[in-house]
T-cell receptor, first 115, second 111 residues
Framework: DTEVTQTPKHLVMGMTNKKSLKCEQH?????MYWYKQKAKKPPELMFV???????INESVPSRFSPECPNSSLLNLHLHALQPEDSALYLC??????????????FGQGTRLTVV | DAKTTQPPSMDCAEGRAANLPCNHS???????VYWYRQIHSQGPQYIIH???NNETNEMASLIITEDRKSSTLILPHATLRDTAVYYC????????????FGPGTRLSVLP
C-alpha cells in the first residue's frame, strides 16, 4: 500500500475561518511533508516533519500551523488566510533519515479556496 | 541539491517511445536522480530513481550518462494517459529531506 490520504478534497473557507487539512499514511514512513501548489506552477515545499518533529519550515507565514500528532498523521491548521493562499495543498511521506529517505509518495491534495 | 534543466514542453505520438531529457551538470556523487509526473490536478506520482546505473521498472526506464551530468526518462509505449508534467529532481538520498520541484516538462501524447 503506497497510499497517502488527504481530507477534505475540496475546501472553501472565509478569511476569518479556522479550518484544518488532514493527511494520513500507513506505510510506516517517518518523514511527512506539506507542499503548496499554485495553478501552472510546480509544488513548493512548506514544512517537513521527521520522526514527528518539525525539521524544515520554509519561512511559511504563521497563519499556517502544522501539527504531527503521531507517525501516521499530519495536519495543517489554517487561520486568517488570504485569497492568495488559495491553492492545491499536497501532503507527502517518505522513509526517514535512518532508512535513507528514498522516494516520497504524494496524496491527491486538498483544493483550497479562500473567499 | 543540484539544479536541473528540462525542456518546457514536448509532444509524442501515441504508441511511440517518449524520451524526456534532463540536465543536471552540477550533480554531486551522492545525489540521486528522481522522476515524478503530475497529471492534471492530481498529486505527483513517483516514477523511478537512480544513482549511476540505468534503471527500469514497470512504468519507465531511466538512462543516466556515464558522467552523470544528464539523464533521460523513457516511456516505451506512450499512451494518452501519459500526458502530464514530468519533473526531474536530484537530491541526496541519505541526508536530503526535501524534494525541490523545478518547472518540469509538459508532455503531450497525441493520438
Amino acid at each position: 500500500d503506497t497510499e497517502v490520504t488527504q481530507t477534505p478534497k475540496h475546501l472553501v473557507m472565509g478569511m476569518t475561518n479556522k479550518k484544518s487539512l488532514k493527511c494520513e499514511q500507513h506505510m510506516g514512513h517517518r518523514a511527512m511533508y506539506w507542499y503548496k501548489q499554485k495553478a501552472k506552477k510546480p509544488p513548493e515545499l512548506m514544512f517537513v516533519y521527521s520522526y514527528e518533529k518539525l525539521s524544515i519550515n520554509e519561512s511559511v507565514p504563521s497563519r499556517f500551523s502544522p501539527e504531527c500528532p503521531n507517525s501516521s498523521l499530519l495536519n495543517l491548521h489554517l487561520h486568517a488566510l488570504q485569497p492568495e493562499d488559495s491553492a492545491l495543498y499536497l501532503c507527502a511521506s517518505s522513509q526517514g533519515l535512518r532508512r535513507g529517505w528514498t522516494e516520497a509518495f504524494f496524496g491527491q491534495g486538498t483544493r483550497l479556496t479562500v473567499v | 541539491d543540484a539544479k536541473t534543466t528540462q525542456p518546457p514542453s514536448m509532444d509524442c505520438a501515441e504508441g511511440r517511445a517518449a524520451n524526456l531529457p534532463c540536465n543536471h551538470s552540477t550533480i554531486s556523487g551522492n545525489e540521486y536522480v528522481y522522476w515524478y509526473r503530475q497529471i492534471h490536478s492530481q498529486g505527483p506520482q513517483y516514477i523511478i530513481h537512480g544513482l549511476k546505473n540505468n534503471e527500469t521498472n514497470e512504468m519507465a526506464s531511466l538512462i543516466i550518462t556515464e558522467d552523470r551530468k544528464s539523464s533521460t526518462l523513457i516511456l516505451p509505449h506512450a499512451t494518452l494517459r501519459d500526458t502530464a508534467v514530468y519533473y526531474c529532481i536530484v537530491r541526496v538520498a541519505i541526508y536530503g529531506q526535501n524534494f525541490v520541484f523545478g518547472p518540469g516538462t509538459r508532455l503531450s501524447v497525441l493520438p
